[in-house]
């Protein structure tokens, strides 16, 4: 017999996928402001570093592009100040400040 969490996660997979296109637009990063705090969207994974929705996610800020050793910094992970780069097209839910 099914456990309560197994039938709240079967219940999840069916609604993720019966949503219509429009119940999946998402926001990207590129349509983020400078200043405004994100996460990546959570993805189905492991949740072992790849992904899941049972790990806990970094939280970042967006920055002005900085070039930095050939690279571009875009982002500011906020619990240790490491930057970093996020792709324009990255999925990212905005953050309450």
């Given amino acids: 017999m099914a456990s309560v969490s197994e ?7 069916e609604n993720f996928v019966l949503a219509s296109s429009e119940e999946y637009a998402v926001l990207r990063f590129d349509e983020l402001e400078v200043g405004d705090k994100y996460i990546a969207l959570p993805t189905p994974g492991d949740n072992s570093g790849n992904g899941g929705f049972r790990t806990s996610y970094f939280i970042f800020v ?7 050793k050939n690279s571009t910094k875009n982002a500011l992970r906020l619990d240790d100040g490491v930057s970093s780069y996020s792709p324009s097209s990255m999925p990212v839910i905005k953050l309450k400040d």
């Fill in 7 to 13: 039938k709240l996660e079967e219940r999840i997979r």
């Fill in 62 to 68: 967006k920055t002005n592009p900085v070039e930095f």
